[in-house]
């Protein structure tokens, strides 16, 4: 191409070509913010992807560091109990069922010279019918732990089931089993008792499997009452009921008024099956019948049923304020040693390990040097001082004899 005068280039033609050379950049260009477009969305769903991947990577191994820690604190804690008072019952869990019975009473050898004159004397003097709710499921994780422990210390001891087990033996009530049959079965044992052994006793003890009981100190204080007055004992609960009603799990015992009446008021309709809830039924029943609800603290004012373990009332916090607990008792509740008497009738949820536990610690254990346990009631006359002395003379002379 020649060059125009004045060196100045030749201005472009226009044309198709012109046309066609633009459009080509010009789609050129179009590819290119279009290429550029995918490569930042593909590069922004990488790092989504990315994130998303290193968060469900980051949660999951959190949930496996929590899940040991967690593991590892249910090992080492004892089982903490439903913030419900009627909510479902605690159950022996693979690490502390135990393989079989044991016998912790074989052998009295070491306890041959101990004077258990006002024991024997308040075994016939207060006899009292125990009878103990369970189930075919239980019977061999729970009941037969209490059959071997503190149940041989009733003076008639009955095993109530759904199911009859001539073997154990239970007695069939012919009810289903679930916590929403509990008050069902309660109506039907206390029928039974009264129908086949009202004139065999004179108190009448309702326990759970899972419950302990020390008779000894329960004779104790049912002797400052008359069986032929309608009144029950056990720990006693204030909500809903006037009078306060006593708690199931921690047990509770009827007079032989209280029974009559009990059993009476179902036929004459003063009384019905409208609830599933055991206790709280049974007590507004109490408060219909007029039967009492009694006071079961010992004379320093201490609590004898206890609705937990030992170590939930002795040790100071283990159960948050916040527990349903404190809000329940018709007195006002003590925590730490305060919490119990020395004389304690009852604890509940006792799993079958610490019935044992406790079998050895009351009946067995005992401090060296100390001849006479603790006595809350004083004598109160010189003829009952006179008959406690020749009592402890009686007892000192047959020791001599058997050292002789």
Not at 4 to 25: D, E, I, T
Not at 132 to 140: A, D, F, I, K, R
Not at 314 to 319: A, S
Not at 376 to 400: H, V
Request: hydrophobic fraction near 30%; charged fraction near 25%.
């Amino acid at each position: 191409m020649s060059r125009q005068r004045g060196g100045r280039r030749p201005r472009p033609r226009s044309g198709p070509g012109r046309v066609l050379c633009g459009a080509a950049r010009g789609r050129r260009d179009g590819a290119a913010v279009h290429y550029l477009q995918e490569m930042a969305s593909s590069k922004s769903l990488m790092n989504l992807l990315t994130f998303t991947f290193g968060s469900a990577i980051g949660f999951f191994v959190c949930y496996l560091l929590f899940s040991i820690i967690l593991e590892e604190q249910v090992k080492i804690q004892p089982h903490f109990l439903h913030n419900d008072p009627h909510g479902q019952h605690s159950s022996d869990t693979d690490s502390n069922q135990l393989q079989g019975q044991m016998n912790f009473n074989a052998d009295f050898g070491q306890h041959k010279d101990e004077n258990k004159n006002i024991a024997e004397g308040l075994y016939q003097k207060v006899k009292i019918l125990c009878w103990v709710m369970t189930g075919p499921q239980n019977l061999e994780k729970k009941a037969r732990h209490v059959k071997a422990t503190w149940a041989q210390r009733c003076n008639k001891i009955l095993f109530m089931s759904s199911e009859e087990n001539k073997d154990f033996p239970t007695v069939g009530l012919e009810a289903k089993e679930g916590r929403d049959q509990l008050y069902w079965k309660t109506i039907k044992a206390f029928q039974y008792v009264h129908d086949h052994y009202f004139d065999d006793a004179d108190w009448f003890m309702k326990a759970d499997d899972d419950t302990y009981v020390i008779l000894d100190n329960l004779r104790w204080l049912l002797s400052k009452y008359s069986p032929e007055q309608p009144i029950y004992f056990g720990r006693r609960f204030k909500p809903y009921v006037k009078q306060g009603y006593m708690s199931g799990g921690a047990g509770y015992v009827l007079s032989k008024e209280a029974l009559k009446r009990f059993v009476a008021a179902f036929k004459t309709s003063k009384c019905s099956h409208s609830s599933s809830i055991e206790d709280l039924a049974l007590g507004k029943c109490m408060e219909i019948i007029n039967v009492e609800a009694g006071d079961s603290r010992d004379t320093s004012g201490r609590e004898t049923f206890h609705p937990f373990v030992p170590e939930h009332h002795l040790v100071r916090g283990y159960l948050p304020k916040t527990f349903w607990y404190w809000n329940y008792n018709y007195y006002p509740a003590v925590e730490g040693p305060g919490c119990c008497s020395d004389l304690a009738v009852s604890f509940h949820y006792v799993d079958s390990m610490t019935m044992y536990q406790l079998e050895y610690l009351i009946y067995h254990l005992r401090p060296y040097g100390y001849l006479y346990r603790y006595n809350p009631d004083p004598a109160t006359s010189p003829e009952e001082q006179s008959k406690n002395e020749a009592l402890e003379d009686n007892q000192k002379l047959k020791q001599k004899v058997t050292e002789s």
